[in-house]
T-cell receptor, first 116, second 114 residues
């Protein structure tokens, strides 16, 4: 099946620094990618929809200036957590769906971010 | 307000028996439903899906049932195996386009006991 690769899988950073997470669709083109965040024992919460060549669409309550999303090509979307704080520590997962009718979503491996 | 609900946070089943995981939804516009399996610190893995025009879809040991009138779906795993132990997420999508995101439930942790 289609593959979505996410990097890095784990990152520890200091408060106030920025972290970039990459999401790549390896064998298909994705005009749209999705960024989710998962807190312990919670669901995957949609943060934003990344659109190739245009601005991302953010869900209510997600700070667009804090979580910068860039979708510069049909196979790459990046999420940058700016000025990270400990409360940003979480598991971030990207996803992309194949175009067409009723397609499944493929997920990256996820990124465990720890802000110290 | 959660649009996809998995009311059982955990489930324990004996190896070889049937596992039944339940999911309810509130958005009547959802027309495509999926089940994902997830291990800690990994992304979800697709298991099985069903569109709203069907009421059953089967793939090997996994069967998904959809009751549109009740806005309810369930995943049956039979026979259950220890390797099935994981967190299972129910997800739903509105619209058939690949540009719409999935909405997830909170997940059910399945433990299959040998």
């Amino acid at each position: 099946g289609a593959v979505v690769s996410q990097h890095p899988s784990r990152v520890i950073c200091k408060s106030g620094t920025s972290v970039k997470i990459e999401c790549r669709s390896l064998d298909f083109q994705a005009t749209t990618m999705f960024w989710y965040r998962q807190f312990p024992k919670q669901s995957l919460m949609l943060m934003a929809t990344s659109n190739e060549g245009s601005k991302a669409t953010y869900e209510q309550g997600v700070e667009k200036d804090k979580f910068l999303i860039n979708h510069a090509s049909l196979t790459l979307s990046t999420l940058t957590v700016t000025s990270a704080h400990p409360e940003d520590s979480s598991f971030y997962i990207c996803s992309a769906r194949l175009q067409g009718l009723n397609t499944e979503a493929f997920f990256g491996q996820g990124t465990r971010l720890t802000v110290v | 307000d959660q649009q996809v609900k998995q009311n059982s946070p955990s489930l324990s089943v004996q190896e070889g028996r049937i596992s039944i995981l339940n999911c309810d939804y509130t958005n009547s516009m959802f027309d495509y439903f999926l089940w994902y399996k997830k291990y800690p610190a990994e992304g979800p893995t697709f298991l099985i899906s069903i569109s709203s025009i069907k009421d059953k879809n089967e793939d090997g040991r996994f069967t998904v049932f959809l009751n549109k009138s009740a806005k309810h779906l369930s995943l049956h795993i039979v026979p259950s195996q220890p390797g099935d132990s994981a967190v299972y997420f129910c997800a739903a999508s509105e619209g058939v386009s690949g540009n719409t995101p999935l909405v997830f439930g909170k997940g059910t942790r399945l433990s299959v006991i040998a």
